[in-house]
C-alpha cells in the first residue's frame, strides 16, 4: 500500500489553511500514530515512516489522501 496525497484537494498551501482559515487544520498530522506527516509549506508524507494504517486517510475531511 502506497500513500499519497492529492494537493489539489489539500487545503494546507504555502504554509496555512485555505479552507476555513484556522490556520491549523487538524487532521492528517495529528490522525498519524507513526509521526510521518508534517505541515510545512505543504504536507509532507515520509514513505519510509508509514505503516500504512489509514488513520490520515479517515481523518481529511478533504478527502486528499489515498492508500492504494
Ligand atoms: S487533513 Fe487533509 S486537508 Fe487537512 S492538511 Fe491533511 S491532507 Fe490537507
Ligand atoms: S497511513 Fe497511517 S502511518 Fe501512513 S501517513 Fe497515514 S496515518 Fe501515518
Redesign the pocket.
Known sequence: MV?KIDYNKCCWKDGKCTSCGCGSCIG?VE????G??KRAKKVL?DKL?????????NACKHHA?S?A
Open positions: 500513500i492528517c490522525a498519524c500514530p507513526v510521518a506527516i508524507i515512516k508509514c505503516i500504512s494504517c489509514g488513520s490520515c486517510v489522501i492508500l
